[in-house]
């Protein structure tokens, strides 16, 4: 189970550092562009941006999480990938909807929920994989 919690703790940090990243980085664009004023200016303008840290930092934290995941034993990566993928896609377009004020479509509101149905359709039909140890 330590392995399933630590899978769905790195989809979340995976789906939030890319929202935190396209939200400063909207800031970032209105100022000019990342790299406007060269790599430089462009390295300081992340460092010195709460969000876009948040969001490298939530990758660096996503990536250790999915790590422990990937080391159980009876946790496949053939449901913990799409878990990951699928289920961000989920997350980032239901949050950028609400959050960013990105506007979906009914055909890609349908995309979305028949991908949650796969992942969920992988994840639930495959044995072992939940519940893994």
Same mark, same amino acid.
């Given at each position: 189970?330590?392995?399933?919690?630590?899978?769905?703790?790195?989809?979340?940090?995976?789906?939030?550092?890319?929202?935190?990243?396209?939200?400063?980085?909207?800031?970032?664009?209105?100022?000019?562009?990342?790299?406007?004023?060269?790599?430089?200016?462009?390295?300081?303008?992340?460092?010195?941006? %709460?969000?876009?840290?948040?969001?490298?930092?939530?990758?660096?934290?996503?990536?250790?999480?999915?790590?422990?995941?990937?080391?159980?034993?009876?946790?496949?990566?053939?449901?913990?990938?799409?878990?990951?993928?699928?289920?961000?896609?989920?997350?980032?377009?239901?949050?950028?909807?609400?959050?960013?004020?990105?506007?979906?479509?009914?055909?890609?509101?349908?995309?979305?929920?028949?991908?949650?149905?796969?992942?969920?359709?992988?994840?639930?039909?495959? %044995?072992?994989?939940?519940?893994?140890?």
């Amino acid at each position: 189970m330590k392995y399933v919690i630590a899978l769905i703790v790195a989809l979340v940090l995976n789906a939030g550092a890319n929202l935190m990243m396209k939200a400063g980085m909207v800031k970032v664009q209105e100022g000019g562009g990342l790299l406007s004023n060269g790599l430089f200016a462009g390295v300081l303008t992340i460092l010195t941006s %709460p969000i876009l840290l948040a969001g490298l930092i939530s990758f660096a934290l996503n990536a250790a999480c999915y790590m422990f995941a990937l080391q159980s034993p009876t946790l496949k990566i053939s449901v913990a990938y799409p878990a990951m993928v699928g289920g961000g896609y989920v997350i980032i377009a239901t949050v950028a909807y609400f959050w960013l004020g990105e506007r979906l479509t009914v055909g890609q509101w349908v995309g979305v929920a028949l991908v949650l149905s796969g992942v969920m359709t992988i994840a639930l039909r495959t %044995p072992t994989a939940v519940g893994a140890s």
